[in-house]
Each structure stands twice: as structure tokens, then as C-alpha cells.
């Protein structure tokens, strides 16, 4: 507190905007945040159950097919390019075979963002055909990651737009506490030259009500002491 008094008003109205402005931005990442994983919740969350509806008829093709091992090769590259959706086809001990790719997006955010907002993927087993040997179930995740993105490049945007109103109205409330508080200066020079004797010495009655009224005091009682 004694940091801030000893500042001039400007300087104490402009750090109680940004504080003002700061809390704002505080209380609105809140809102989003709460918002942002709602939505990739409910967004993964139905991504998931088309997927594994779609997971489970493609392995019914795989039983009915001549050529079961080519046509799995087939069901998981489907699922490559997608932006929610990974097909992983696991062995009988749980390791990785193969998977499909998922979309990258261009510009990455940052991981500790990733698990702030998206979480664990989301996970469903499907079981394979009886004529398909050696492995043990396909791996269908519903991976947050361009879902986050997506919300990741609003948030930046939004900082973006939040910080040049920041700057603007920090601007603009500078200059304009600066030109209404002027005639304090004036003021200020007059009251010592009154002190010094110089009872003559009269202000413009100018700015704003307040302004005005104390010019006109500080008139009359120079006037007075004349």
C-alpha cells in the first residue's frame, strides 16, 4: 500500500485498471476452462461411441472376408487422417502392432496445456474375429489433441484481442487523466508563488466542474489576501 500511495494518481488509476482488467482475464480463463473441457469431454465422448459402432462392423467384415489379415490392414488405415479417432491393433501380450495416424495439427500447443484441458484418452476394446490368430483386440482411442488445439488457438486469439484493448484503454485513460488533471499543475505553481508573497497571481477557471470550483477558490482567496 505504501508502494502505491506514493505514486501519482495517474500512475494509481492506471495500476488500478490493470488490476481490474487482470482480475477480469483471471475470471473469464476460469469460465473457459470450465467450458473447454466440457466440451472435449462431450465432443470425445461421441466420437468414441460412432467409432466403435463403425470399429465393430468393420470387424464383421474382417470375419466374412477371404482375406482376414489384409482386411484389418484395411479397417485400421481407414481410421488414419482422423481427427479424433486411433485404431490400434494390439498382440496377445498388449503390445502395439500397428495403428492408424491421426491429423496433426499445424501448430502444436504446448503439452502441459494438452493435460490441463484434455486429459486421458478416452479408451474401448473391440474384440477380433475367431479367424484371426496371433492377436488379441483393436484399441479404438478418442485422443483430445486437435480438439484442444482448436480451443488452444482461441484462447490465443483471445489473449491477443484482450491485450490491444488493454493497451488502447491504458492509452487512451493516460492522456486523458494527463489533460484533466493539467490545471493541478498550474494550480500547484500558483499556490507557491502565493506563498511566496505574490497575492496578484490569478488561475484559469478551467476543466472539468471540480476543477473549476477549486480554481475559483483558490481565486477568491487569493483575491482575499490581496
Not at 481410421?79 to 503390445?95: I, M
Not at 484434455?118 to 474384440?127: A, E, I, L
Amino acid at each position: 500500500m505504501t508502494a502505491i500511495a506514493g505514486r501519482s494518481l495517474r500512475q494509481r488509476l492506471l495500476l488500478r485498471l490493470f488490476g481490474v482488467l487482470g482480475l477480469s482475464l483471471l475470471f473469464a480463463s476460469g469460465l473457459a476452462y470450465w467450458r473447454a473441457a466440457d466440451k472435449v469431454h462431450t465432443e470425445l465422448a461421441a466420437a468414441l461411441t460412432v467409432g466403435e459402432q463403425l470399429l465393430d462392423d468393420a470387424v464383421k467384415e474382417v470375419e466374412r472376408s477371404p482375406s482376414p489379415y489384409q482386411q484389418l490392414r484395411i479397417v485400421i488405415e481407414r481410421f488414419s487422417g482422423g481427427r479424433h479417432l486411433k485404431v490400434t491393433l494390439l498382440d496377445k501380450e498388449g503390445q502395439r502392432i500397428a495403428a492408424s495416424r491421426l491429423q496433426e495439427p499445424d501448430e502444436p500447443a504446448p503439452n502441459w496445456f494438452y493435460e490441463a484441458v484434455g486429459g486421458d484418452p478416452q479408451v474401448v476394446r473391440v474384440r477380433l474375429p475367431s479367424n484371426i490368430s496371433g492377436y488379441s483386440v483393436l484399441l479404438l482411442e478418442a485422443d483430445p489433441r486437435n480438439e484442444v488445439q482448436e480451443f488452444w488457438e482461441e484462447v490465443c486469439f483471445g489473449l491477443l484481442v484482450w491485450s490491444i484493448i488493454a493497451c488502447l484503454a491504458g492509452t487512451l485513460i493516460y492522456h486523458s487523466i494527463g489533460a484533466e488533471l493539467a490545471p493541478l499543475d498550474t494550480l500547484n505553481s500558483a499556490l507557491s508563488k502565493v506563498a511566496a508573497g505574490e497575492f496578484h497571481v490569478r488561475i484559469s477557471e478551467s476543466g472539468s466542474r471540480d476543477l473549476r470550483a477549486v480554481a475559483r477558490g483558490f481565486n477568491e482567496m487569493a483575491h482575499a489576501l490581496e
